[in-house]
């Protein structure tokens, strides 16, 4: 095999599979990419076995051929090497030559038959969306799925699609993150738990644009994600996710609206004074036109006040002010609303349309003791 | 005690007290920021029994007096607030309250009388430099020092002053760093040894302007430098440096000049095949007008080329690359030449007029094997 790159489009490329790549594995050919020249075209993959990326690379064939190659040590040599034309090429006992310039590095590969192939998927059934959308959807649902293994369903996210709206769903057992977004074309109904690392992974490989396109294919277990000239394969969550229809009541006795930021900068200071261990409830009292924020820990109290508008009933509930920081921080509107119940019910914070909704379980707390 | 600041004067002060806070304690104490407005300026300092700190920070002093409080949380606090006026108080149960608009911390604070003065120190005998110099020459010199407490003395730098110049050295049994640097005014000679740890302190603090003086104050066990608003005092390390200028041969039979950064990005890419344990050297072969690195370990192995001017023999020599990455990475010549005796003898690297001296102990390698 014998190809040349220009550095640009192979450091590119090489990034984009080791997201593949996972970090600890027993299996050390699962830390390799595969560099596929067999046909007229160069591709690069890595596949950890619930998750395949496959990239295709501008570059010259000289010499068709494949290998496989470990990961690490090729993506840090390419960085590395000056900005200019490199040549790979290997030798007949799987050695394989990197040289750029006057730089020549020697690093030994593997047989590419040991590689396991990323499955081929039935490409009928898709949706198409904007890199910039499937971006910021992930980025605002993410945080609230659970890193327990225990619940492998909470690990996902639910892609639930149904006439031309997508939602997406992420829960733990304190909070609910859901996202809407108009498609621009009809779909038959479907719903699906997608790995949340997946979507970490699909997230950074992303640009964003908001004019280049993502294609998403559905086959009863697996996910496929189709953009730029890389493509993402993952298996699903098998199961059936939870029926979250009848925890969004729209019941509430208190509606108020806040500005963003000073209610988001409020509750980050008062994280200071607490201990990640120790679970320190953030108390707040709403009263007509004010809003009262209290914490108090072995390490100090805080006490601040924020002018809110109100309507209904006044109200006192804690929460645990990283649930509140972390839905805060994705939403980018200059105000919210929020409703609540009663101090043992969830709040709600939502804009009208409903495109999004937050919901967050509340926390005892000692009214007096507090 | 009843103190108002801005904002930005209180972050920054805290910042630079924070430097003689020790990271780990188990003496409480020393963890606290002591404030001291019992005169008509207010001081912050730090103290942890080595390395003191005190810096003057304007703010108004509504109520005379002095509390100790805990540096991390008060720091965080501090730096959250918003950026306005941020009022201090406490009160005879020794709690500080701290307010900025509508928000307000407290958090329990110290007596003052339980804090660790700083020594006052004569201040007769002293040498002046602007702030760039000096943050450059520690930033130069610092990273041969040695971390192993084992031999206290090789921990710090020697500060030799001869004449007019100021001499900075430090070693760590293969290698010693150099720099001299020329003072505006004849001093007196002296030979000190300065702890790291405080360089790098004081280094942090620096701006590092040119137009701004550091004056620094010696006496037998202590050395202080004062600046902007703030003095750190540091005892010094007992014991005579070592004599280093017999280590200093200016023998040589291959000098070659190459330029700097082609040379550095070499080794530094050579380092990809090493792992930290296992101390591959790099290979290093000097003829006419080339010079070829070479690395091998069990990762593959590199070669390279570079263009160089060379007089005398030919050689060939290995060395540690991290060695070489540290004293090229603090020259800023575009160029720099190094002197070679043979394979057993260090390497120099300096200049003409000697500002710089660089000397590397080369290691053994087996030149077939390698």
Known sequence: MKLVFKKSDLANAVNIAMRAVPSKTTMSILECILIDATTNEIKFSANDMELGIETA???????KGKIAVEAKIFSEIVRKLPDNEIHISTDSNLQMNITCEKSKFNIPGRSGEDFAYIPMLEKDKFIYLSQFNLKEIIRQTIFSISDNDNNKIMTGELFDIKDNILKVVSLDGHRISIRKLELKEHFEDTRVIVPGKTLNEISKILTGGNDEEVRIFFTPNHILFEFNDTMVVSRLIEGEYYRI???LSSDYETKITVNKKEFLDSIDRSTLLVRDSDKKP???TIEDGNMELQIKSNMGSMDENIFIEKTGKDIMIGFNPKFLIDALRVIDD?????????AKAPCFIKNDDESYIYLILPVNFNANGR
């Open 57 to 63: 690379v501008k570059g010259e064939i000289i010499e």
């Open 334 to 342: 200059e105000n919210v609303t929020i409703y609540l119940l009663n």
């Open 245 to 247: 229809e009848q925890m």
């Open 282 to 284: 953030i108390i707040i």
